[in-house]
């Protein structure tokens, strides 16, 4: 088999090219590089055709926005506290 362009795998995934690049960085799908241009390999589609399709479901972005929150009231209470970087006079 021969190789095939990002932009090529995108749309046999049905899938944006900024998706096949993620999916490269992560070593998820593994691609050759050639100067700027990656390059797959057709059977190498074989790994990635069983992926979780779609966004994180509404649970997964649920439990992020609280942990973003937990974090964010931590250095409110941190900064009323004086713990900062910058000592107060």
Known sequence: MGLITT???AERLGVHRSRVQVLIQEGRLP???YGK???VEESALKLVEDRKPGRPS???KEKAAKKSQARKQARA???RNGYTK???A
Request: charged share 45%; proline share 0%; glycine share 0%.
């Open 37 to 39: 241009v990656y390059l």
């Open 31 to 33: 691609a050759q590089r």
């Open 7 to 9: 932009s090529e795998v």
């Open 58 to 60: 509404k649970l997964e």
């Open 86 to 88: 910058e000592k107060r």
């Open 77 to 79: 209470k941190a900064s």
